[in-house]
C-alpha cells in the first residue's frame, strides 16, 4: 500500500511538473501567437522571408540569409500559408520541452528542484526564442544519455524536432548534429542501430518538402546557411557601453561552471564511470559555445541568449551531474536564480522596464494563450480568419504611412524596408541576400551580382543610401554600384529613395581599368585624382590567428577614415569581407540625389565632397589578425557613357532641383546632424540660419518645407517658421504647421523680392514652444526670368 501510495504521488508530481513547465514554455514561445507585418528593419526581412516562401522562390538559392522557410517559427511572422503547421510544431516543441525535463526533475530532482526550475524558467528573459530553441537539442542529447533503450522513443522525437529547427534557425544546427552524433555513438558503443542523425535528417528533409521546397534543393540551402554563418562573426558584431563587463561576467561564471563540472566528472569516474558523464560534458559545453556565439558576437540585447542558456544550463546540471553534494546543488540553485538578474538588468538599460514586472502580467498572458487554444481547437477557420484580417489592416496602414508608385514589373529595394513594398502591393523579387548589410563576403556579393547581372534581375530598384552599424552609406551593395550604373536609370522618386528601372541596353564601359597600390593599416592612402567618382576596394586578409577567433568569436573590427575636399572627415566600419569587392567611396555619396548626380555621370557637381585620402584602422596591432599589407584597387567611373545614357525628363529635373541647391552649400559651413545635406537640399534643423549671396533687386524663389517624418509615423512638430531677412530688416515669413494643416505637407516656395541695397539674405528656421520634431529643411533658390 505504502509503494503505491509513493507511486502515486510521483506522479502527481511529475504531472504537476509537466503542467507548470508546459505553460512555460507555451507562454515563453508563444505557441498560438503570430505578428502582424510591421515596418522597420527586422520586420522586413521577417515579411521577405514569408513573402518568399509563399511566392515558391528557392531558399538556398534564391533566398539566402539567416532564417530559413520555417523561419516564422521564432520571429512568429504570421503567414496564411504556414499558420497552422507552425502551430502545430511549436506545440509538439513545448510538449517535448515539459515532458523531458519533467522526467528528469522527477527521477533526480526533490521538491525544492521542481520548484526552483519552474521559477527560474519563469523568470529567465528570453530574446525572442532563440534560447528555447536551442533547449531543445540539448535536453534531447542529455536525457537520451541519461538512460538505455527506454529514452529512444523522446530523444528520437527530439532528432526530428531538431531537423524542423533547423529550417527556421540555423544556429540550431551545430549544437543538434553534436548531440546526434554523441547519442548515435552511444547506441553504437551499446550496440544499438544509431539512429539519432537519420531522424535529424529525416525531419529537414520532411520540413524542406512540406514547405514546398524540391528535396533536390536542401544540399543548396545547407550550403547557403553556412556561407551566410561563416561571414556572420566578422560582420555582424557589435558592442555597446557595458559589452565588456557582461561578456567578462559571463565568460568568467561559464568558466567557473564548467571548470567544476569537470572537476567533478574527474573524481567521479571511478563510481560512476567516465564515457557517459564526459559525453554529457561536451554536449552541454557545446551548447554554452552556440549560446555564447548568438548572444556574444552582436552583443546587444543578443546578449539574452547568452544569459538565458546559462541559467538553464545551471539548473538542468543539478538533474544529469551524478554524485552531486546537497550543498553543490544549492550553490547551483542559488546560482541560476542570480543568473536571471542580467537579463532583466538589460531590459531596464534598454527600455526602462522594470525588472520582474512581467511577472505580473503572466498568469493574464496565460489564460489569453489558453482562450487562444480553445478558439483554435473548437473553431480553427475563425482563428485563422482573425489572423488574416490583422494582418490586412496592418498592411494597408503600412501602405497608408509609406505609399509607392505603382509600378508595372517586378521590384527590390536596397533600403531595409521590404515590408512597405510588400504592403503595396508591388511585385517584389528579393536579390538572395535580402538586405544590403547581410551581403558581407565574397560569395554573398557574387551571388547578388549573378541575380542582378542576369534575366531574372527585377524590372525596378528602388535605390536609398544607408546601412547599420557605422558603415559607411555607399556601403549598402556598394560593389554592386557600378552594375547599377550600368543596368538602371533613374525614372522617379518616392519616400523609400530613388526608383530605378532596368534598361533594355545596359551601358558598356563604366568603369576604367583599375590601378594598384599598396599599403598598410595606418597609413594615409591619396586618391590618384582629385575628381571624378572613383570605386576603391580593399583586400583585407585575416591571420590564421584571425581565423580561429573568428571561428570561436570575433576578430577585430576594422574601419576606415575618409578626409574630405572641404577639410571634413568621416570614419566609417569597414567589413573585411565586403571591402574585398569594393564600394563608392569619392565622392560622398549619402543619399538619393547624391546617388543620382553620381550614377548619371556628373560626380564633379558642387554639392559633392570628393575624398582625398583614406586610413584603414584596427583596434588590435596590425599584423596579429590580419596581415599588415593591404591590396587596394581604384577603379574610375567613366562618366562620359553615363551622362550620355541618362537624359530622361526626370534626370534632367533632379538635376535642375540639385542645382539650385549649390548656392546654400557653397557659402554655408555644414554641422551634422542639425544641419548638413539632404535629398530635401539642406536639412536644417529648427533653430538653424544660412547665408545667401544674391543679385540686388532679383527676385528669388525659395523652396522649403518639412519632412513628412516630422508630421506622420509618430511625429508630432507643432510647427516651424520659415524667415527671409536683409541685414536690416525681415522680408519674408511663412510658418508651416503640417500636423494640423494638410495644405502645410510637402514642399512649399515662396518668392522674394530682393531690396536694390541688399547682396546677401539669412534664411532662417525658427521653433514653436518644441522643437524635437522641427525637421525643416530648404530646398534652394532659383531666380524668377521677368521680375
Same mark, same amino acid.
Given at each position: 500500500?505504502?509503494?503505491?501510495?509513493?507511486?502515486?504521488?510521483?506522479?502527481?508530481?511529475?504531472?504537476?511538473?509537466?503542467?507548470?513547465?508546459?505553460?512555460?514554455?507555451?507562454?515563453?514561445?508563444?505557441?498560438?501567437?503570430?505578428?502582424?507585418?510591421?515596418?522597420?528593419?527586422?520586420?522586413?526581412?521577417?515579411?521577405?522571408?514569408?513573402?518568399?516562401?509563399?511566392?515558391?522562390?528557392?531558399?538556398?538559392?534564391?533566398?539566402?540569409?539567416?532564417?530559413?522557410?520555417?523561419?516564422?517559427?521564432?520571429?512568429? /511572422?504570421?503567414?496564411?500559408?504556414?499558420?497552422?503547421?507552425?502551430?502545430?510544431?511549436?506545440?509538439?516543441?513545448?510538449?517535448?520541452?515539459?515532458?523531458?525535463?519533467?522526467?528528469?526533475?522527477?527521477?533526480?530532482?526533490?521538491?525544492?528542484?521542481?520548484?526552483?526550475?519552474?521559477?527560474?524558467?519563469?523568470?529567465?528573459?528570453?530574446?525572442?526564442?532563440?534560447?528555447?530553441?536551442?533547449?531543445?537539442?540539448?535536453?534531447?542529447?542529455?536525457?537520451?544519455?541519461?538512460?538505455?533503450?527506454?529514452?529512444?522513443?523522446?530523444?528520437?522525437?527530439?532528432?526530428?524536432?531538431?531537423?524542423?529547427?533547423?529550417?527556421?534557425?540555423?544556429?540550431?544546427?551545430?549544437?543538434?548534429?553534436?548531440?546526434?552524433?554523441?547519442?548515435?555513438?552511444?547506441?553504437?558503443?551499446?550496440?544499438?542501430?544509431?539512429?539519432?542523425?537519420?531522424?535529424?535528417?529525416?525531419?529537414?528533409?520532411?520540413?524542406?518538402?512540406?514547405?514546398?521546397?524540391?528535396?533536390?534543393?536542401?544540399?543548396?540551402?545547407?550550403?547557403?546557411? +553556412?556561407?551566410?554563418?561563416?561571414?556572420?562573426?566578422? #560582420?555582424?558584431?557589435?558592442?555597446?557601453?557595458?559589452?565588456?563587463?557582461?561578456?567578462?561576467?559571463?565568460?568568467?561564471?561559464?568558466?567557473?561552471?564548467?571548470?567544476?563540472?569537470?572537476?567533478?566528472?574527474?573524481?567521479?569516474?571511478?563510481?560512476?564511470?567516465?564515457?557517459?558523464?564526459?559525453?554529457?560534458?561536451?554536449?552541454?559545453?557545446?551548447?554554452?559555445?552556440? =549560446?555564447?556565439?548568438?548572444?556574444?558576437?552582436?552583443?546587444?540585447? /543578443?546578449?539574452?541568449?547568452?544569459?538565458?542558456?546559462?541559467?538553464?544550463?545551471?539548473? +538542468?546540471?543539478?538533474?544529469?551531474?551524478?554524485?552531486?553534494?546537497?550543498?553543490?546543488?544549492?550553490?547551483?540553485?542559488?546560482?541560476?536564480?542570480?543568473?536571471? +538578474?542580467?537579463?532583466?538588468?538589460?531590459?531596464?538599460?534598454?527600455?526602462?522596464?522594470?525588472?520582474?514586472?512581467?511577472?505580473?502580467?503572466?498568469?493574464?498572458?496565460?489564460? =489569453?494563450?489558453?482562450?487562444?487554444?480553445?478558439?483554435?481547437?473548437?473553431?480553427?477557420?475563425?482563428?485563422?480568419?482573425?489572423?488574416?484580417?490583422?494582418?490586412?489592416?496592418?498592411?494597408?496602414?503600412?501602405?497608408?504611412?509609406?505609399?509607392?508608385?505603382?509600378?508595372?514589373?517586378?521590384?527590390?529595394?536596397?533600403?531595409?524596408?521590404?515590408?512597405?513594398?510588400?504592403?503595396?502591393?508591388?511585385?517584389?523579387?528579393?536579390?538572395?541576400? *535580402?538586405?544590403?548589410?547581410?551581403?558581407?563576403?565574397?560569395?554573398?556579393?557574387?551571388?547578388?551580382?549573378?541575380?542582378?547581372?542576369?534575366?531574372?534581375?527585377?524590372?525596378?530598384? *528602388?535605390?536609398?543610401?544607408?546601412?547599420?552599424?557605422?558603415?559607411?552609406?555607399?556601403?549598402?551593395?556598394?560593389?554592386?554600384?557600378?552594375?547599377?550604373?550600368?543596368?538602371?536609370?533613374?525614372?522617379?522618386?518616392?519616400?523609400?529613395?530613388?526608383?530605378?528601372?532596368?534598361?533594355?541596353?545596359?551601358?558598356?564601359?563604366?568603369?576604367?581599368?583599375?590601378?594598384?597600390?599598396?599599403?598598410?593599416?595606418?597609413?594615409?592612402?591619396?586618391?590618384?585624382?582629385?575628381?571624378?567618382?572613383?570605386?576603391?576596394?580593399?583586400?583585407?586578409?585575416?591571420?590564421?590567428?584571425?581565423?580561429?577567433?573568428?571561428?570561436?568569436?570575433?576578430?577585430?573590427?576594422?574601419?576606415?577614415?575618409?578626409?574630405?575636399?572641404?577639410?571634413?572627415?568621416?570614419?566609417?566600419?569597414?567589413?573585411?569581407?565586403?571591402?574585398?569587392?569594393?564600394?563608392?567611396?569619392?565622392?560622398?555619396?549619402?543619399?538619393?540625389?547624391?546617388?543620382? *548626380?553620381?550614377?548619371?555621370?556628373?560626380?564633379? #557637381?558642387?554639392?559633392?565632397?570628393?575624398?582625398?585620402?583614406?586610413?584603414?584602422?584596427?583596434?588590435?596591432?596590425?599584423?596579429?589578425?590580419?596581415?599588415?599589407?593591404?591590396?587596394?584597387?581604384?577603379?574610375?567611373?567613366?562618366?562620359?557613357?553615363?551622362?550620355?545614357?541618362?537624359?530622361?525628363?526626370?534626370?534632367?529635373?533632379?538635376?535642375?532641383?540639385?542645382?539650385?541647391? *549649390?548656392?546654400?552649400?557653397?557659402?554655408?559651413?555644414?554641422?551634422?546632424?542639425?544641419?548638413?545635406?539632404?535629398?530635401?537640399?539642406?536639412?536644417?534643423?529648427?533653430?538653424?540660419?544660412?547665408?545667401?549671396?544674391?543679385?540686388?533687386?532679383?527676385?528669388?524663389?525659395?523652396?522649403?518645407?518639412?519632412?513628412?517624418?516630422?508630421?506622420?509615423?509618430?511625429?508630432?512638430?507643432?510647427?516651424?517658421?520659415?524667415?527671409?531677412?536683409?541685414? =536690416?530688416?525681415?522680408?519674408?515669413?511663412?510658418?508651416?504647421?503640417?500636423?494640423?494643416?494638410?495644405?502645410?505637407?510637402?514642399?512649399?516656395?515662396?518668392?522674394?523680392?530682393?531690396?536694390?541695397?541688399?547682396?546677401?539674405?539669412?534664411?532662417?528656421?525658427?521653433?514653436?514652444?518644441?522643437?524635437?520634431?522641427?525637421?525643416?529643411?530648404?530646398?534652394?533658390?532659383?531666380?524668377?526670368?521677368?521680375?
Amino acid at each position: 500500500m505504502r509503494g503505491q501510495e509513493t507511486r502515486t504521488a510521483g506522479l502527481g508530481w511529475h504531472l504537476a511538473a509537466f503542467i507548470a513547465l508546459f505553460l512555460i514554455f507555451y507562454q515563453k514561445i508563444g505557441a498560438l501567437s503570430f505578428y502582424t507585418v510591421a515596418a522597420g528593419l527586422d520586420p522586413s526581412w521577417s515579411a521577405a522571408l514569408v513573402h518568399g516562401l509563399e511566392r515558391g522562390l528557392l531558399f538556398g538559392t534564391d533566398v539566402v540569409f539567416t532564417g530559413g522557410p520555417l523561419s516564422s517559427l521564432y520571429t512568429r /511572422h504570421f503567414s496564411v500559408v504556414t499558420a497552422y503547421p507552425l502551430a502545430v510544431l511549436s506545440l509538439l516543441i513545448t510538449v517535448f520541452l515539459a515532458r523531458v525535463w519533467s522526467i528528469l526533475l522527477v527521477e533526480r530532482g526533490s521538491l525544492a528542484i521542481i520548484a526552483m526550475v519552474c521559477l527560474v524558467s519563469w523568470l529567465t528573459v528570453f530574446n525572442s526564442s532563440d534560447s528555447i530553441l536551442l533547449f531543445v537539442p540539448l535536453l534531447a542529447g542529455l536525457y537520451g544519455l541519461s538512460g538505455g533503450r527506454s529514452r529512444i522513443l523522446l530523444s528520437g522525437a527530439g532528432a526530428f524536432l531538431c531537423g524542423l529547427i533547423i529550417l527556421a534557425k540555423f544556429s540550431v544546427f551545430p549544437i543538434a548534429l553534436l548531440a546526434m552524433l554523441v547519442l548515435d555513438v552511444k547506441a553504437a558503443v551499446e550496440r544499438r542501430l544509431p539512429m539519432h542523425l537519420l531522424l535529424l535528417a529525416a525531419g529537414t528533409a520532411s520540413g524542406f518538402v512540406v514547405c514546398g521546397q524540391p528535396l533536390g534543393q536542401l544540399p543548396a540551402f545547407m550550403a547557403a546557411s +553556412l556561407d551566410v554563418s561563416s561571414g556572420y562573426s566578422s #560582420a555582424m558584431s557589435v558592442v555597446t557601453g557595458l559589452s565588456v563587463i557582461d561578456l567578462a561576467t559571463w565568460l568568467s561564471i561559464t568558466t567557473v561552471f564548467l571548470g567544476a563540472w569537470a572537476r567533478a566528472l574527474w573524481k567521479g569516474r571511478r563510481e560512476h564511470g567516465f564515457w557517459l558523464p564526459f559525453a554529457r560534458f561536451i554536449v552541454m559545453a557545446g551548447f554554452l559555445f552556440v =549560446s555564447f556565439k548568438a548572444g556574444m558576437v552582436r552583443h546587444d540585447l /543578443h546578449a539574452l541568449t547568452a544569459w538565458a542558456s546559462l541559467s538553464l544550463a545551471v539548473l +538542468l546540471s543539478i538533474l544529469v551531474i551524478p554524485g552531486l553534494s546537497g550543498a553543490a546543488i544549492r550553490r547551483r540553485m542559488v546560482l541560476a536564480a542570480i543568473l536571471v +538578474l542580467p537579463g532583466h538588468a538589460m531590459l531596464y538599460y534598454a527600455y526602462r522596464i522594470v525588472p520582474f514586472s512581467g511577472i505580473l502580467n503572466m498568469p493574464s498572458a496565460i489564460v =489569453s494563450e489558453v482562450k487562444t487554444a480553445a478558439e483554435l481547437i473548437m473553431r480553427p477557420s475563425v482563428w485563422l480568419a482573425n489572423l488574416e484580417a490583422r494582418n490586412k489592416a496592418a498592411l494597408a496602414a503600412i501602405k497608408a504611412q509609406t505609399p509607392l508608385p505603382p509600378l508595372d514589373g517586378t521590384v527590390d529595394i536596397i533600403p531595409s524596408a521590404q515590408s512597405a513594398v510588400i504592403a503595396n502591393g508591388l511585385a517584389y523579387r528579393p536579390r538572395p541576400t *535580402i538586405q544590403e548589410y547581410s551581403t558581407y563576403s565574397p560569395r554573398l556579393i557574387a551571388r547578388n551580382r549573378a541575380f542582378f547581372a542576369g534575366e531574372s534581375a527585377p524590372d525596378y530598384l *528602388i535605390m536609398q543610401p544607408g546601412s547599420i552599424d557605422g558603415r559607411h552609406p555607399a556601403s549598402a551593395e556598394g560593389a554592386l554600384w557600378p552594375l547599377f550604373f550600368s543596368r538602371y536609370e533613374a525614372v522617379q522618386s518616392s519616400p523609400l529613395g530613388l526608383i530605378l528601372k532596368r534598361r533594355a541596353t545596359p551601358i558598356a564601359d563604366v568603369l576604367a581599368p583599375a590601378i594598384e597600390k599598396t599599403a598598410s593599416f595606418g597609413d594615409e592612402v591619396a586618391f590618384p585624382a582629385p575628381d571624378g567618382a572613383w570605386m576603391v576596394s580593399i583586400d583585407i586578409r585575416p591571420t590564421l590567428l584571425g581565423r580561429l577567433v573568428d571561428l570561436v568569436y570575433r576578430p577585430p573590427m576594422t574601419e576606415i577614415a575618409v578626409r574630405y575636399s572641404d577639410g571634413s572627415s568621416g570614419t566609417y566600419r569597414l567589413i573585411p569581407g565586403m571591402a574585398a569587392d569594393g564600394m563608392l567611396l569619392s565622392p560622398h555619396v549619402a543619399s538619393a540625389s547624391d546617388y543620382l *548626380i553620381v550614377s548619371t555621370g556628373n560626380a564633379d #557637381a558642387a554639392n559633392l565632397k570628393h575624398a582625398t585620402s583614406f586610413t584603414v584602422r584596427t583596434g588590435i596591432k596590425a599584423g596579429l589578425f590580419y596581415d599588415r599589407a593591404l591590396a587596394i584597387r581604384f577603379t574610375a567611373v567613366n562618366a562620359a557613357p553615363l551622362r550620355a545614357a541618362n537624359q530622361n525628363q526626370f534626370v534632367r529635373d533632379m538635376q535642375a532641383k540639385a542645382g539650385r541647391v *549649390i548656392p546654400l552649400l557653397r557659402n554655408n559651413d555644414m554641422r551634422p546632424p542639425t544641419l548638413e545635406p539632404a535629398a530635401e537640399g539642406v536639412f536644417a534643423h529648427a533653430p538653424a540660419s544660412l547665408r545667401l549671396p544674391v543679385q540686388p533687386g532679383s527676385t528669388l524663389r525659395l523652396f522649403f518645407g518639412l519632412r513628412d517624418g516630422s508630421w506622420s509615423g509618430g511625429g508630432n512638430t507643432d510647427g516651424v517658421c520659415f524667415i527671409v531677412r536683409s541685414p =536690416s530688416a525681415g522680408l519674408a515669413e511663412r510658418c508651416l504647421d503640417p500636423v494640423r494643416n494638410q495644405g502645410d505637407r510637402g514642399e512649399q516656395t515662396m518668392d522674394v523680392d530682393v531690396p536694390a541695397d541688399v547682396t546677401e539674405l539669412r534664411l532662417d528656421t525658427a521653433c514653436r514652444a518644441a522643437c524635437t520634431w522641427d525637421w525643416s529643411y530648404w530646398g534652394g533658390v532659383e531666380g524668377i526670368a521677368g521680375k
